[in-house]
């Protein structure tokens, strides 16, 4: 029986250089496509980037995206450990971060704003502490005088209760992180896949991917990319709206990285709307 294992704060790493390796699938056999993002700095790749952060004094990466001009969302566990209900400390968001590179600044926090069951403990979770119904947070990142980071870089929507997953419960899925194993951290990192909802697993989205710990809080993203202009004779399908965030980077196998599949908590009014709604209550400006 393989072993669940939530995705690591990882420490930070120097760059590895190379490409990074793209199997088509592992033993999960759920396929999927990974790729170095060569141009991060553009839209919308450039509405995701990297998070730094202390823990015990020790410095500690994972990945997020912004939601709103102000506001970032992430993994819980990237800002906390399960049922400590505590705060990890001194974030930094780095978007569209390129082997040391900061496009377009670095970024504080202001203040940070997870579930508080995942605080407390008492989430309901298939695994506990892994495979969480909420591994979400959200963080307000401090201005830079009167502007914020999605003034620089834009921000993405995000979009709660199956938004853009058919009846089966699946989605085409796009994931953005800087996972360690891959570029070192170094780099952003793209995967495609298509995600499936277990129920088994707390009604997580899984998905074939090759990214590791220091993704963890990365977006996934549903009809990722510029936008097209269709005719009459091609229109959109169902759920058309471009570059929504459904759910982040949580966690994934502890098997010497041969199952190549994740999972991320379902988005949902509980989860991801009720701490944005608090964030902009927090800080009004950061919203507008």
């Known amino acids: ?5 939530k995705l690591p704060k990882s420490k930070v790493k120097a760059a ?8 088509e699938f592992g033993t999960s056999g759920m396929v999927y496509n990974t790729a170095y993002e060569p141009n991060p700095e553009r ?3 450039r509405r995701a980037g990297k998070l730094f952060f202390k823990d015990n004094g020790d410095q500690f990466v ?3 995206s912004m939601v709103r001009r102000g506001v970032l969302v992430t993994a819980a566990h990237c800002v906390s450990q399960f049922g400590e209900n505590r705060f990890f ?3 930094k968001y780095v978007p569209a971060y390129s082997d040391g590179a900061a496009p377009f600044g670095e970024w504080d926090w202001h203040t940070v704003i997870a579930p508080t069951k995942y605080l407390k403990g008492t989430d309901r979770c298939a695994v506990r502490g892994i495979v969480c119904e909420s591994d979400v947070a959200v963080i307000i990142l ?3 005088g009167s502007r914020y980071a999605g003034d620089a870089t834009g921000y993405f929507g995000f979009a ?3 938004f853009s997953y058919n009846n089966a419960g699946q989605a085409q899925i796009t994931q953005l992180g800087y996972p360690v194993s891959l570029n070192g951290g170094e780099e952003m990192i793209r995967t495609d896949a298509q995600g499936v909802i277990d129920q088994s697993l707390a009604n997580n989205t899984v998905m074939g991917s090759g990214q590791t710990g220091g993704s963890s809080g990365g977006p996934w993203l549903v009809n990722f990319g510029l936008g097209v202009t269709p005719d009459n004779t091609n229109p959109f399908g169902r759920d058309p709206q471009r570059n929504r965030v459904v759910g982040v980077t949580s966690w994934g196998y502890n098997d010497n990285g041969q199952m190549k599949q994740q999972g991320a908590s379902f988005f949902t009014k509980k989860n991801i709307t009720t701490l944005v709604k608090d964030a902009c209550k927090k800080v009004k400006a950061a919203c507008k």
């Open 1 to 5: 029986m393989r072993s669940l294992v």
């Open 16 to 23: 590895a250089d190379g490409a990074p390796p793209a199997p």
């Open 43 to 45: 839209d919308p790749s």
């Open 62 to 64: 994972c990945s997020a």
């Open 89 to 91: 400390s001194n974030f």
């Open 142 to 144: 401090a201005p830079q």
């Open 160 to 162: 709660v209760g199956g």
